[in-house]
């Protein structure tokens, strides 16, 4: 099955940036690079950052598809350059450089070895530079995208972190509009709602960093006012929840993803589902522990996400390893690195839900313009 909205990325972490093609999106859809760069900036947020994120300023550059503001509904081309290039010609050169260092001692958790013994690499290098989460970056801008489409449509996509490491927030539901929600997380340098495990969350991060380790932890997603029917119950890679799963699992580091309460298997069946009612002329529910999603299909209520981070692989106190060209065992390479970026991961995942939730509408609302799309999505009656 073709999705509607289709995108490729292409860059290395090192190299001299990042490229993105986006197709799928209406014409007519106005589209800010301010709107863009917004996002990017969140992206580089959160405390636990390494010192890649003091190099970088993220900026996009809109090379095609986008003309006086708005969208012409030709893919749409975009590039971010990588600042940390002038530091990496040599290692990153596209011509061949005998004189370069190969790295040939894999970290536990990352890539490194199951990606050089698939390609038959002797240089690790040529798998740590595409599957670093710089890749990550191009996602966000061009999610940014999907993520106007939608707001336009008055669809929210919200995110905020719930658990790093060992320190969790029992709070389970916030009172809180989706559209407010990360005005508030972003606040936070942890971005989390609940301002009293903020402190307990940033002492936990500089111990990790004291001892040369990482810590994951858990971000919920929230996106309000779906409509019924995204998704379809009646095949396996059209179910809503399948296609958000796929989306943020793609992500660097992502263990888990899960929908509604996170505790719906300890739970009764009477106890658990959301009872039906009819009010004002339309269906309620008594609650949503479903998370927003019923037999793959959205059901109008917020859908809520949880999503589950490890913690990232490369150690500054690194773990034991085998070197793969004389197989002794040493200590893993060592690489730059973030000792917690949760709060990063939220971002992207915002992104990714983002995309997939634009394709959706496109697939049961259609429109070949932005303004025939608006038309059909606000004639539907639910």
């Not at 942890?190 to 936990?204: A, D, P, Y």
Request: charged content about 25%; proline content about 3%.
């Amino acid at each position: 099955m073709l999705n509607k909205i289709n995108f490729i990325t292409a860059g290395e972490s090192h190299g001299k940036g990042l490229l993105g093609i986006i197709e799928g999106i209406p014409s007519g859809l106005n589209i800010q690079k301010d709107f863009i760069d917004f996002h990017l900036s969140r992206r580089q947020k959160g405390f636990g950052r390494g010192g890649r994120m003091k190099i970088e300023k993220d900026v996009v550059d809109i090379y095609s598809g986008i003309r006086l503001g708005c969208t012409l509904g030709s893919p749409i081309g975009l590039m971010i350059k990588n600042l940390d290039w002038d530091n990496w010609k040599e290692e990153m050169s596209v011509t061949e450089n005998p004189n370069i260092k190969k790295i040939t001692l894999p970290r536990p958790g990352h890539a490194d070895l199951a990606g050089v013994m698939k390609h038959g690499f002797d240089d690790i290098r040529n798998v740590i530079e595409r599957s670093s989460a710089r890749e990550t970056t191009m996602r966000v801008a061009l999610g940014s995208i999907c993520r106007k489409l939608l707001e336009n449509l008055n669809i929210h996509v919200a995110s905020y972190v719930t658990q790093i490491h060992t320190v969790c927030d029992n709070i389970i539901d916030y009172n809180i509009n989706v559209n407010e929600v990360n005005n508030i997380a972003d606040k936070s340098p942890v971005r989390v709602l609940n301002n009293k495990i903020e402190k307990k969350i940033i002492e936990t991060i500089k111990n990790a960093q004291a001892n040369g380790d990482t810590v994951g932890g858990q971000f919920k997603i929230l996106i309000s006012g779906c409509p019924y029917g995204l998704g379809d119950y009646s095949a396996w890679n059209k179910k809503l929840n399948a296609k958000l799963s796929e989306a943020i699992c793609s992500i660097n580091a992502i263990k888990g993803v899960s929908f509604g309460n996170t505790f719906s298997s300890n739970a009764f069946g009477s106890e658990l589902h959301d009872e039906i009612e009819y009010k004002d002329n339309q269906f309620t529910r008594t609650n949503n522990n479903a998370g927003g999603i019923e037999g793959g299909m959205s059901n109008s209520q917020t859908i809520k996400i949880n999503a589950m981070m490890k913690p990232l692989s490369t150690l500054t106190t690194p773990l034991k390893s085998v070197d793969i060209k004389t197989k002794e065992s040493k200590l893993a390479h060592k690489e730059r690195t973030d000792s917690c970026a949760v709060p990063a991961a939220a971002i992207v995942a915002e992104s990714m839900t983002c995309i997939v939730i634009a394709d959706t509408i496109l697939d049961k609302f259609g429109g070949d313009s932005f303004k025939e799309l608006l038309h059909h999505f606000q004639s539907a009656k639910f």
